[in-house]
């Protein structure tokens, strides 16, 4: 498998995460103390 297609595939997943986490946290504003990251 090639490294950088690896790390760019790494990448895009990541920004996705935090896509998706970002638009949950609009969403909803109140969550469980221990789903809570920060």
Known sequence: MD???T?????QL???QQ???SM???KTD???S???KF
Do not use: N, V, Y
Request: hydrophobic residues 55%; without cysteine.
């Open 3 to 5: 490294f950088l297609f």
């Open 7 to 11: 790390f760019h595939f790494i990448g």
């Open 14 to 16: 990541s920004a996705l």
């Open 19 to 21: 896509l998706i986490t």
């Open 24 to 26: 949950l946290m609009q």
């Open 30 to 32: 109140i969550k469980p």
């Open 34 to 36: 221990h789903e809570r």
